[in-house]
C-alpha cells in the first residue's frame, strides 16, 4: 500500500518555532510588507533554506477556507479518462474547478495543474486530497498555493 499524504491540525504551542517562523515570513510575504525571501527570513530569524524546506509543508489553518482557492499539481499517467475522474472526484466534494492546465504527456506521464474554488457547499478538503492521490494513475498531488 502505497504511502498517503496525511494532515493533521497541531495546536500552535506544539509547533517547533521554526515552522511558526515560516508561516510568520509567509505571512509578510504574503501582506508585501517584505518583497523578497531574504527580506522575510531576515525579519523572523531563520535561514532561507529552513524556509524553502517547510514553505510548502505548512498553512495556516483559518476556520474561514469557504471561498478560498487552491492551487494543486499533480502527476499522473496518460490514461483515457482519468482527468474526467479526477474533475469528477472535486465535483462531489462541491469544490469549484476555475483552472485546468495540463502538459503534453511524456513518457507516458503528464502534469496537471488545478485551480479549485472551496465553496460554501464543499467537503472536507484533505479527504478529496487523499481520494484524488489513491486513484489508480495519480503518481503525487501537491498544494502549491492557497489565497
Do not use: W
Not at 38 to 49: H, M, Y
Not at 52 to 77: A, E, H, P
Not at 88 to 112: D, F, R
Amino acid at each position: 500500500m502505497a504511502d498517503t499524504e496525511k494532515f493533521y491540525v497541531v495546536k500552535q504551542k506544539a509547533l517547533p518555532e521554526i515552522l511558526l517562523k515560516v508561516v510568520e515570513a509567509k505571512r509578510l510575504l504574503d501582506s508585501e510588507k517584505v518583497l523578497t525571501v531574504q527580506d522575510a527570513t531576515d525579519r523572523v530569524g531563520i535561514s532561507r533554506s529552513s524556509f524553502y524546506k517547510y514553505k510548502d509543508d505548512i498553512f495556516q489553518f483559518n476556520d474561514n477556507t469557504k471561498g478560498r482557492t487552491f492551487t494543486f499539481v499533480l502527476q499522473m499517467d496518460d490514461i483515457t479518462g482519468l482527468l474526467s475522474i479526477v474533475l469528477n472526484k472535486i465535483a462531489e466534494y462541491h469544490a469549484n474547478v476555475l483552472t485546468i492546465n495540463q502538459t503534453i504527456p511524456i513518457n507516458g506521464i503528464a502534469s496537471l495543474t488545478l485551480s479549485v474554488e472551496v465553496l460554501s457547499t464543499t467537503g472536507d478538503i484533505a479527504k478529496m486530497i487523499d481520494e484524488i492521490t489513491e486513484l489508480e494513475g495519480v503518481h503525487y498531488l501537491k498544494i502549491l498555493a492557497k489565497e
